[in-house]
């Protein structure tokens, strides 16, 4: 295969030409929507000149990438661990870029073998066994706690902090500050105001930008350079991938591609299940990320016009070869409700080549002086192929290597592909107001003044219980 | 809340009663399926006595056991790291036990931490980069070398076990067969031919169960056993299930409660995605287990009649908190395609207490005093009342603790809610069909003699190829 230079998507066995059997999309539905696209890209252009879509500007914010290389080439380089304080959006993007860009078990790695750069650790949950194991095996003197929250109020996160600052001011008395970084808004909040009071470093994610929309902004870029990444790079990528994005043209926009693909096979294809599934262990908390985001951008009770939808397709995190050994048995022989994106590698940073031992034995002789990379690659390609024969759809996003620049492109090419979903399927996504209630409940739980739980269950508060046990 | 003694099953919000508005199971359909569970059990217990479910019987092989405790207890010790060279079910089964019953970050504590007990890690891809790494990082001297394969042909771990043959050797001559283990089929296949021929030592998983019922069997004790999991409890607790599961009651097997409750969220009320929920780090990878063994034992063309079915539910891993960060809003306003199991812990093993600080501003105030594991509590109850209100189905499974017997039992009972289900899809939940032909198919593209793949888009082979990029 030749090696490209730059991200691609095939999409040909979406279609049903290269399916059979009546399924796939109709590539004439396909065009049909090339009108509608051109439409949705004005609205988009126009929102996005209105400030509405800040997410589109990070790659182009070249003060900002300044003051956090400058402080993690600085003053970060004095540290031998940071931890991320953070959940969701806070989290997702700095924990798939770590994996994406640095070696594999980075946080295992002797220190030569991570050039000195320090371990990452991104604390997004609040499981006390986690929490209290992390601490106590880290040296707070020698660690950095990137505190992130762009409200600065989320339950989880806080409790953290305040974990890690009363630990912080007793084992270091006034000098705590020095390692305490904030992630948060640029004026408002609880984390804003405690800066200015105690004199914490900050950094800001711009008003305008979405946690889920975050990856590029300081929540990911600070950890990411912190532990070495180029994020000049991964913002090359980025914009190079916005440029290619700015066409109207859904036949040479990949996000475009990528959104109208997915919209069609959930509408008029009953495939509401969307599978992105790597074929490089480097990319597994990619899916993970996209699952945030496509989940909460596009999952709404409510339209753009105010009707009840009840809509949103369901991301679903697999990793090739491995789920080949797990989920392959449904995607081949289930119900037709899924479309599998597979993101492919051309050249593996390295290889493996597998020896030529027990020539004679078959199920061993034939895997001799290949290699490790080759035999992933046709497992992807063969496991698409079964799919296609089995009339299942798939598409295949492909990066020429695993670099940063690939990685800036994937990330903003999935993000804008959120931004055309949402339009075509009729829904902000740019909100989360399915959340609400659950935090209210939580609050009202542990207490917080003004929150009460009375009618939690407000269908079925006198439900008989069933219990089995 | 009272502490359990033993796990429950807690399905008062998949019923019609506490969620309203025409939403959930009705509890008569519930009462309907007794009769039929009646027939199911008496089908089971037929089977499992003409030993066609090996697995119900793993938990009673105490010669097994012994067996592997005194490998595990000798010559395992010797070394410092174990690495499982296996895919699917021969790797999820020890991944889940490492992660619910050791520390968390189990391979990065330090020696006394972990009790001098050694590392374990599961290599279950062949993606060149991950393999290179660990091999680079851990030193064969002091490592064993599970491989494990039930037929002993399987790509992926015949090609991991070629390039660890052949380092071993080479570095530790003729030594190198006390550095494998290997756990295959007491009979036949590749693995058990060279370890006859060369001496190495073995395990049998067996002939009469399938890989992905195998935790139970030497595929997962051995590798829980080497890192000092007590394997009797985690069979004792098994045995404690698996009488609960022998009723033919349905109201009183928690196992048929499940599987029916699933069975009917999909087919009546057209909710085909199975969300597994833990609100525990240590259950994430129960989880990822159970992914396999719902996909691929009920995902199915042909019915047990013969008709083509193409049925199945997905299932999905989430994980309390963080994803309320990222797919509870698709869950919240989404379509009403899901159900939700949490996975609860009444004790947590450790706890942290959030420090009193900042008392007077409301986002922290109502955090002071109050725990880590309290914080997490409230959240998935608060979780549960808020889908509830919306009209979402979820059941939650109690575990007292997370201990081995718990885990043990956690297992079991999902096992044989998936041969209940199978039986209740009218599907064989013991074969995998469905992924034959990608077998085939790789081995044709690497050359393997006997195996070629013209024909293998037979559909569209002459399609239009379609790509952006």
Redesign the interface.
Known sequence: MPV?S??????????A?????GRGID?ERLDTLADRFRSIQADVDRRREEGKLGFFELPYAEEVVERIVEFADGPGQAFQNVVVLG???S??GATALRTALR???W????DE?RDHFPRLFVL???????????LD?IDPSTTLFNVVSKS?????T??QF??V??RLERELGDGYRRHLIFTTDPESG?LR??ADEEGVATLAVPQNVG?RYSVLSPVGLLPAALIGIPITQLLAGAREMDERCRTDSL????AA?FAALQHLADTERNA??HVMMPY???LRDVADWF??LW??S?????GLDGEER???P?P??A?G??D???????????????TVTFLAVDE?????Q??S??GD????G???G???????S??R???A??L????RMSMTI?LPRIDAPSVGGLLHMLQVATVYAGALYGVNPLD????E??????????????YD?TG?????SD???????
């Open positions: 490209r730059r991200i691609s998507l095939d999409y040909t066995r979406m279609l030409p290269a399916l059979g059997g590539p959940i969701g959006g989290a997702l070696p594999p078990g946080n295992e790695l002797p073998a997004d949950n609040v499981d006390p066994e986690s929490v209290a194991s992390l095996h600065g109020g989320t339950a989880e806080m409790s305040l974990i600052r009363e609880v105001r405690l946690g036949a040479d926009n990949p591609l509401p299940i490089a262990d480097a699952r945030q989940a909460e596009l999952g709404k009770r409510e009840f809509v949103g369901t679903v995190k990793l070869a491995t080949q050994h797990s989920q392959l048995q449904l995607y081949m022989e289930g119900p037709f409700d899924k593996p940073r390295r290889d493996v597998i020896p031992l027990y034995i078959p199920e061993l034939y895997l001799g290949r290699t490790l990379g080759e035999l992933l046709a497992e390609e063969a496991t192929a079964a296609a024969r089995a009339g492909d989360q107001p399915g959340v209630l659950g935090k209210e409940l939580t609050y009202a739980r542990m207490g917080r003044e003004g739980d939690a269950d407000a269908a079925g439900a008989e219980r069933r219990v089995c046990g």
